[in-house]
């Protein structure tokens, strides 16, 4: 991923990793090797994940390798959505009772993340695995973004897996969580 200015080894398993704790750890915000979006998404796709992005840096980088199987937004399993906001998550697939996990995850390229309330932006109430009683994240995205994103996670086992960037940092929200906008 030396298009992206990633190293292929160290910064994609450094990214796999910080996505393992923020996964687990929702509501935390790890580092990450920067530009957090396309090291995520640079280490989740491979020739049998599909993506949607507008991103034509990654999508260049990613077809370059062989690595590039596009898919619009309501099919693809990674959903990479960058400063324009035009595509409506609830539409996104979120799997089926059978197999949850053919649910989407969406990356969402974010300005900036705080974990609590203390943040610039729209916070998020947090309960469930992986939250000690109950946490607040702050992502600048519009409420109405955050609203469809719990929207789309409201039918557990169903629902979309949602990924935050933010330069050098990420935090994400698993469909198993209750989240609310405060």
Known sequence: MRALGLDPVHDTRDAFDGLLEAMS??????????PADQAVVST???HEVTLSTTDETLRDALSDQG????APPEAADIVHLTG????DVRECERGTLVEPSDGATVVYRVAS???GAAGAGTTVRITGPGVDGETTLSVSLPAA???????AQSSYPRGVDAVFA??????ALPRSLTAEVV
């Open 84 to 87: 324009d906001r035009d595509v």
């Open 166 to 171: 933010a330069d050098d940092s990420l935090a």
């Open 44 to 46: 989740l796709v491979d």
């Open 25 to 34: 750890r929702p509501g935390t915000v790890q580092s990450v090797p920067s």
């Open 145 to 151: 973004d955050l609203a469809a994103l719990t929207d």
């Open 67 to 70: 690595r590039l199987d596009a």
């Open 113 to 115: 993340l705080a974990a």
